[in-house]
Nanobody
Framework: QVQLVESGGGSVQPGGSLRLSCAAS????????MAWFRQAPGKEREGVAM????????FYGDSVKGRFTISLNKSRNTAYLQMNTLKPEDTAMYYC?????????????????WGQGTQVTVSS
């Protein structure tokens, strides 16, 4: 099993930055992909970014391309989401997810482990 713990959320003004962290523990050797999803009130969960553990390839949702960067520190089993030029529409609960033995995908149902979420609020 894999456990995930997110941190780094908070409140920020439009145009500001935040960095989210997702620390993985347990059987981390089985993780093939880590991803960030977000869900705003009244909206469906949306894939934000994902990174493949072996080749470190990254993928982004259209709404965050050029503003968000996902990275991975394998030695610390921690994934990061650097969020720049934040907009009010980025306000959501952000979740970290891990997929074991499978390719990266923005289909949330394929992920095997989820964190508890961290709130990001962008407001003036």
């Amino acid at each position: 099993q894999v456990q995930l713990v997110e941190s780094g959320g908070g409140s920020v003004q439009p145009g500001g930055s935040l960095r989210l962290s997702c620390a993985a523990s347990g059987n981390t050797a089985t993780i093939n992909c880590m991803a960030w999803f977000r869900q705003a009130p009244g909206k469906e969960r949306e894939g934000v970014a994902m990174i493949n553990h072996s080749v470190m390839s990254t993928f982004y949702g259209d709404s965050v391309k050029g503003r968000f960067t996902i990275s991975l520190n394998k030695s610390r089993n921690t994934a990061y989401l650097q969020m720049n030029t934040l907009k009010p529409e980025d306000t959501a609960m952000y979740y970290c997810a891990a997929r074991l033995w499978g390719a990266c995908s923005f289909k949330d149902e394929v992920y095997n482990a989820w964190g508890q979420g961290t709130q990001v609020t962008v407001s003036s």
